[in-house]
């Protein structure tokens, strides 16, 4: 079955300064990978997601990487802000008849000092 | 759309209890997910549903916990006897088809003394 490794599990970073996430899975099959960030205390949400068609996706200031070879993706997160504080999870998922599901990495605390 | 709806938000129960939660989907999806969220396990898919169906239960710890989805517009998830080791943040989640965006619920806090 498919295996995501996320790192770092806490980040800091300074107001202002770009932070990134890695992710590894395990099953090269699986092919799409969104990104969601849970606050403290709150749901899940997802940020950004990208299909196995696609190399990098951008939405403001967040943007994600995709290698498939290597089998790894990346959140990168630019000019960061307080407000960017939060728990971020990376999934992975093959999307296929019924065996749909998503599997979490374990998390990356972000954290951002004003 | 009001979201997923979860019901009890909170819920304290003593060892042994049945325990019930509860879920609403977005309405018009045709899939839902629960997951269980603690520090030590992370963010764990429990069983989803595709059209009302169970698709995948392979995630369900053991025969004490059961979930039905009667209809489109509603499941539950049952835990019986309850232990103090299923004390953990319950989601539900939904989507508009496999593969797509799925939205949390606010999950159910369940502490099982």
């Known amino acids: 079955g498919e295996n995501v490794e996320q790192h770092p599990s806490t980040l800091s970073v300074q107001e202002g300064d770009s932070a990134v996430i890695k992710c590894t899975y395990s099953d090269s099959a699986s092919n799409y990978f969104p990104w969601y960030k849970q606050e403290l205390g709150k749901r899940p949400q997802l940020i950004i997601d990208i299909r196995s068609n696609v190399g990098e996706k951008k939405d403001q200031r967040i943007a994600v990487t995709l290698n498939k070879t290597a089998k790894h993706f990346s959140l990168h997160i630019t000019e960061t802000q307080p407000e960017d504080s939060a728990v971020y999870f990376c999934a992975a998922s093959l999307t296929m008849d019924s065996s749909y599901k998503l599997i979490f990495g374990s998390g990356t605390r972000l954290l951002v000092r004003p | 759309d009001a979201g997923v709806i979860q019901s009890p938000r909170h819920e304290v129960t003593e060892m042994g209890q049945e325990v019930t939660l509860r879920c609403k989907p977005i309405?018009?999806?045709?899939?839902l997910f629960w997951y269980r969220q603690t520090m030590m396990r992370g963010l764990e898919l429990l069983i989803y549903f595709n059209n009302n169906v169970p698709i995948d239960d392979s995630g369900m710890p053991e025969d004490r916990f059961s979930a039905k989805m009667p209809n489109a517009s509603f499941s539950t998830l049952k835990i019986q006897p309850s232990e103090p080791r299923d004390s953990a943040v319950y989601f539900c989640?939904?989507?508009?088809?496999?593969?797509?965006?799925?939205?949390f619920g606010p999950g159910t806090r369940l502490t099982v003394l």
């Open positions: 309405s018009g999806h045709n899939s």
């Open positions: 989640a939904s989507s508009l088809s496999q593969g797509g965006e799925q939205f």
